[in-house]
């Protein structure tokens, strides 16, 4: 079955750190983009970060730049956003998704359940 | 950033009805532009790609038109399970930003 699973989310101090995982199966992991989008209570979609298919080319939201690192082992088809430095405000559920394109067009056509993180004392 | 701005926020209608969202960028963004629907507790689900290209396993009922700045998501006949959170969605550089949602409520 084509699907993303996360893991990893949780509650964490403020000042924190946190490390999501996503495990693809039923495709060629190693062939896309991949994708963390989170949803904070109540709210809108944001991409927080993106990395290309072999993990040398790297995306961040600005409010997580310096503070969040996506990675990838394409040997264990995982992907990964180590989170440090946690506030409040990066209280949401974490989705991972796939990105793919058609005719140069580019659209997540698979997602995850998603991980709900809290950052709460 | 491309800002993505979806009107209305909200939108009350009944079964049956025919319901059109729009969606407007900050900058052109030719027609990379995506639709998704997402239900409460459950991720998105992808509905319309590049403006207007039907993604496969979604209803007919569902279309996409547009280009350049604004676009157009239309539900030609509301069947009770269209009611949920839409949002558009550009592709055409990152980082990738989304509209705000438009929650379609039963009337």
């Known amino acids: 079955e084509v699907q993303l699973v996360e893991s990893g989310g949780g509650l964490v101090q403020p000042g924190g750190s946190l490390r999501l995982s996503c495990a693809a199966s039923g495709f060629t992991f190693s062939s896309y983009w991949m994708h963390w989008v989170r949803q904070a209570p109540g709210k809108g979609l944001v991409c927080v970060s993106g990395i290309n298919s072999d993990g040398s080319s790297t995306r961040y939201a600005d409010s997580v730049k310096g503070r969040f690192t996506i990675s990838r082992d394409n040997a264990k088809n995982t992907l990964y956003l180590q989170m440090n430095s946690l506030r409040a405000e990066d209280t949401a559920v974490y989705y991972c998704?796939?990105?793919?394109?058609?005719?140069?067009?580019?659209?997540?056509?698979?997602w995850g359940r998603g991980t709900l993180v809290t950052v709460s004392s | 950033d491309i800002q993505m701005t979806q009107s209305p926020s909200s939108l009350s209608a009944s079964v049956g009805d025919r319901v059109t969202i729009t969606c407007r960028a900050s900058?052109?963004?030719?027609?990379?532009l995506n639709w998704y629907q997402q239900k409460a507790g459950k991720a998105p689900k992808l509905l319309i790609y590049?403006?207007?290209s039907l993604q496969s396993g979604v209803p007919s009922r569902f279309s996409g038109s547009g280009s350049g700045t604004d676009f157009t998501l239309t539900i030609s006949s509301l069947q009770p399970e269209d009611f949920a959170t839409y949002y558009c969605q550009q592709s055409y550089s990152t980082p990738r930003t989304f509209g705000q949602g438009t929650k379609l409520e039963i009337k």
């Open positions: 998704a796939r990105e793919t394109y058609s005719n140069y067009y580019w659209f997540f056509d698979l």
């Open positions: 900058q052109s963004i030719s027609s990379s």
């Open positions: 590049a403006a207007s």
